[in-house]
């Protein structure tokens, strides 16, 4: 007697309903949300290997004209798995989480000889510089409150965010080395405890307080990662939310940061050394949208008209803003941009260089900017410490042009010689200027 | 395909013309048998055709099963089924294990296929761990480091185990191509060779354990077509269960194996979490090398010095007792450490 | 599995209810079995992106003067330079596809079949059945010569060698592509 058939016909449908699974599977893998059901090969030139991130992140925005995609990709910066499709696998081995110039990873990421890890003589010394300038280390910061509550007797830096040295010291007040921190040093006075617990979220080294107007990223990001007021993501990449904070507006590098990014740290308040806390300022609107005379300085400053019509980074260039490769305990000891650089005194014509090398690393540094035209045999203002501001020129007819940064405006530069300013030479900070110059808020 | 009448196929012709219906019962055997030998069938045949894309070498490994997994057509599936057939290849032949230590099916002349049912236990562990080294990824690297330091603690024989198994001092770039030869061949062929006995003495030792028939009781027998047509049943819904989970869930990838960068989360693979959590206790080699050979030479000896009864073909014979005991025992031990380690 | 009974004029229907539930079964089993077999077909057949063998960097126009003819073992070419500027000859031979080698009177000789070649790639004799390929030259963005195995180009091409310095690159004139 032949057995039923069903139990057989079960176990083939069965079966079959396994295979339809699989086919199902097949039609639908995890990438498919993102759009593309294909996946999207990428074969930088850098590294000739196939990178598949562009299967979900397709949109998303070239990170820059000096890193065109299609030669650098996108593993040789961010790290991870070029051959994954799904997040879990491909974000294996990620370098910084999504910022790969926080300075845990930078040197990984953005370092090597060719790139920004090189050396002082050929231009390539970024990340040296960056990460022992005083906006990496906070060092004056902690030794001005160590030395204000009697943890140490003078002003020089002995503590920084993080542990850094340097053995090479180009200047008169460099530093060999500086020491972490930690907030647990029971040794230290109560109040520099104070400071390590809760002051030390505006430095390069960590990312900001989550707050509108804070939002910036750490490490490189943190400048020229320019990030909107609520620190939202409004660029092509699907993947990334658009409602959530702790974002870069987009998936772009500049060399052009506006001074609403210097504002993220700067100008955002005061601090107090009698309760050790941060005093944010109360003058602006909490969305955003208080107008750039308000937003720029505190209640407080006093400023003139190109102090608030330029943005920050047309006088304070890189050999300030970045360091200049040494460990310092003040800005003082860095900042050499002034109000002569480039009006001069009544005696004296700015200080300027011309440009002979096609090599010179102002005419690198100006083509990055679109909005520049500076060409090889220019003459350009330089600061009695070197520091060169390519975006100031001397024309050949002797009139001296300033050409902004971030907007490309071009200013007329007017000149202390020849006018009627009365200043005392030998008094050249600038709230000597300020006196007449500075502007009354309305 | 056949007819009452017809030639019997070859599939058929594997089998004897037929067994006592005493021998076939599932409630009886639970067809772990049948199982792990399907599992041990699907693993070798997926297995194989990975063999077509896995690169054994250092650099690449985890580069080619990325390939696999993403972008070969349905390299997923062959991945997934190929994990999947064997994690289920060890719960099958464990319980296997237990289902013969606890209805006898180990005494008396089946002594020795006892015996090689436990070796075969040992390489398809053995299997498993090799394989799961073959991923090369940052969650196995402890892990590989300790299983094979591990190796080390055996006296006399463990450097030479060591290096037989790592192929240098220490893991490095021999260790990938090594634990590749091993896995699909110093263990496999040995794993084929004892499973093929283990089926012939099967036949030899009188067929599955049963209970002698009383003299005058009828004694059915399942001809081997009807046998054949229910191994293939079992076969299809194990067949179609591997699909759908191979579907539903698929092993996991980790980034390449990066000695500077190793997941401070670390877990032994699930079948060898007790060893962990023995480990964690003390020395290695009382706790990590003894204590499990130990447990190994225990269940060797069960039909041989433990198990002396006689009673055959029922669940929890009245006079294997001690057996039982043990068996369970070692069986709870297990499954104790293992969900400790699950829980941590 | 069941027996089919044959038909007749007073037998009931051919095909119960059993045996169509059997053919069911079978043909379910089959089509199971040929989506396997097409699966299994569609695995093997992939093929990963390989890396680019074809292309290869050289070194600037600069390392090799007129007249000269250097042989570039990696990428199976030999690059020439004459006063017309740079080409470059594929050292596979055209009968069986071997690997063509330097021969005593300055041309190349073929190690399989006994082919033999001019200096500049012509056939002088052999099995081969015509002269070594011309294979494109360009130079790219660091000023380097690149040479693309996958072209061909006719034995008079030329890659202009005096707008290939990269000098020239520098001050802004455009590589021509001869």
Redesign the interface.
């Known amino acids: 007697m032949n057995a039923s058939p069903r139990p057989m016909l079960l176990a083939a449908l069965a079966l079959a309903a396994g295979v339809a699974l699989v086919g199902l599977r097949d039609q639908t893998p995890p990438y498919a949300p993102y759009g593309s059901v294909v996946p999207i090969a990428l074969v930088p030139s850098l590294t000739g290997e196939p990178e598949y991130c562009l299967t979900c992140h397709d949109g998303i925005e070239e990170i820059s004209p000096a890193h065109p995609t299609e030669v650098f990709g996108c593993v040789r910066c961010h790290g991870g798995q070029p051959l994954a499709l799904d997040a879990e696998t491909a974000h294996a081995g990620l370098l910084g989480g999504r910022n790969p110039s926080d300075f845990a990873v930078v040197e990984a990421a953005c370092g090597g000889s060719e790139c920004h890890g090189g050396t002082a003589e050929e231009g390539r010394d970024h990340i040296q510089r960056s990460r022992t300038s005083l906006q990496a280390t906070y060092a004056g910061a902690i030794a001005a409150v160590r030395h204000a509550f009697g943890a140490q007797a003078d002003s020089i830096a002995h503590f920084a965010v993080a542990a850094v040295s340097d053995p090479t010291m180009t200047s008169a007040t460099g530093l060999p080395s500086l020491e972490a921190l930690l907030p647990l040093a029971t040794s230290e006075p109560a109040q520099v405890q104070a400071l390590a617990e809760r002051c030390l979220t505006c430095h390069l080294n960590t990312s900001s307080l989550d707050r509108p107007g804070f939002q910036r990223q750490s490490g490189c990001a943190a400048c020229h990662a320019v990030a909107n007021w609520e620190g939202t993501y409004s660029g092509g990449d699907r993947t990334i939310r658009r409602d959530e904070s702790g974002h870069a507006a987009a998936h772009r590098l500049t060399t052009a940061s506006p001074y609403s990014q210097c504002n993220t740290c700067h100008n955002r308040g005061n601090y107090s050394l009698v309760d050790m806390a941060f005093h944010e300022r109360t003058d602006l609107a909490s969305d955003g949208s208080a107008p750039r005379l308000a937003a720029y300085y505190q209640p407080i400053s006093q400023f003139s008209a190109c102090e608030w019509e330029l943005d920050c980074i047309d006088c304070h260039a890189a050999g300030e803003v970045m360091g200049d490769g040494d460990l310092h305990s003040q800005m003082a000891e860095v900042r050499s941009v002034e109000c002569r650089t480039c009006h001069g005194t009544p005696t004296e014509a700015p200080l300027t260089r011309s440009i002979t090398d096609p090599d010179d690393l102002a005419l690198r540094q100006a083509r990055l900017n679109p909005a520049s035209a500076l060409q090889l045999g220019d003459t350009v203002v330089v600061t009695d410490r070197g520091d060169t501001l390519w975006n100031v020129l001397r024309r050949p007819e002797g009139a001296f042009v300033l050409t902004s940064k971030v907007s490309g405006t071009v200013y007329a530069v007017p000149q202390v010689s020849g006018s009627a300013c009365e200043q005392d030479p030998k008094d050249q900070a600038a709230s000597a200027c300020h006196e007449c110059h500075s502007i009354e808020r309305p | 395909?056949s007819?009452?009448t017809a030639r019997p196929s070859f599939f058929e012709h594997l089998h004897p013309p037929s067994i006592p219906e005493a021998q076939a019962r599932f409630r009886y055997t639970l067809g772990l048998g049948g199982l792990s030998a399907f599992f041990f069938l699907v693993v070798s045949l997926s297995g194989a055709?990975l063999l077509?894309?896995y690169s054994p070498s250092a650099e690449q490994a985890n580069?080619s099963i990325?390939?696999l997994?993403?972008?070969?057509?349905?390299?997923?599936?062959?991945r997934g089924l190929h994990f999947w057939s064997g994690q289920a290849l060890v719960v099958t032949a464990g319980l296997h294990l237990l289902r013969v230590a606890l209805t006898g099916g180990h005494r008396g002349r089946r002594r020795f296929n006892w015996l090689l049912g436990l070796a075969l236990l040992v390489l398809v562990l053995g299997l498993d761990f090799s394989g799961y080294g073959l991923r090369w990824?940052?969650s196995i690297g402890w892990a590989l480091l300790v299983g094979t330091n591990l190796l080390r603690q055996v006296p006399l024989l463990g450097e030479g185990l060591y290096r037989w198994a790592v192929g240098g001092p220490g893991l490095g770039e021999a260790t990938v191509l090594r634990l590749f030869g091993w896995h699909v061949f110093g263990l496999m062929l040995p794993a084929l060779a004892l499973l093929v006995w283990h089926l012939f003495r099967v036949r030899r030792d009188g067929g599955i354990a049963h209970a002698p028939p009383a003299a005058d009781e009828p004694t059915p027998r399942l001809p081997r077509r009807?046998l054949v047509?229910g191994e293939?049943?079992a076969m299809?819904?194990a067949?179609?269960?591997?699909?759908?989970v191979?579907?539903?869930a698929a092993p996991a990838?980790?980034?390449?194996l990066?000695s500077a960068?190793l997941s401070t989360e670390v877990h032994a693979p699930w079948f060898f979490l007790w060893i962990q959590e023995l480990l964690r206790l003390g020395d290695p080699l009382w706790l990590g090398v003894a204590l499990p050979l130990a447990a190994l030479t225990l269940l060797a000896l069960l039909p041989y010095s433990i198990d002396r009864g006689t009673i055959l073909g029922r669940w929890l014979p009245r006079d294997g007792r001690i057996a039982q005991v043990l068996a369970l025992a070692l069986a709870l031990g297990w499954g104790l450490l293992t969900l400790r380690g699950v829980l941590r | 599995m069941s027996a089919i009974p044959s038909s007749g004029p007073d037998r009931p229907p051919v095909l119960g209810r059993r045996g169509f539930l059997a053919i069911a079964t079978r043909a379910l089993l089959w089509a199971t079995g040929g989506a396997a077999a097409a699966a299994i077909g569609r695995y093997l057949s992939y093929e990963p992106p390989a890396a680019d063998p074809s292309r290869f960097t050289l070194e600037a126009p600069e390392a090799y003067p007129v007249g000269t003819r250097t042989l570039l073992t990696i990428a199976g070419a030999a690059l020439y330079r004459d006063v017309g500027g740079f080409f470059a000859r594929s050292l596979t031979c055209g009968h069986l596809g071997c690997r063509v080698g330097p021969a005593d009177d300055g041309g190349f000789a073929c190690p399989c079949h006994g082919s033999r070649f001019a200096r500049l790639g012509d056939l002088v004799h052999g099995p081969a059945p015509r002269d070594l390929e011309g294979v494109a030259l360009s130079i790219d963005e660091q000023g380097r010569l690149v040479l693309d195995m996958t072209s061909r180009v006719d034995a008079a091409w030329r890659l202009s060698a005096p707008h290939a310095t990269l000098e020239d690159r520098r001050a802004g004139a455009a590589g021509s592509g001869g």
Request: glycine residues 8%.
């Open positions: 395909m007819s009452a055709l077509f894309y580069a990325q390939l997994q993403y972008h070969v057509p349905l390299g997923w599936l062959m990824d940052a009807e047509r293939l049943l299809l819904l067949g179609s269960a591997l699909l759908i191979a579907s539903l990838l980790d980034g390449p990066d960068a």
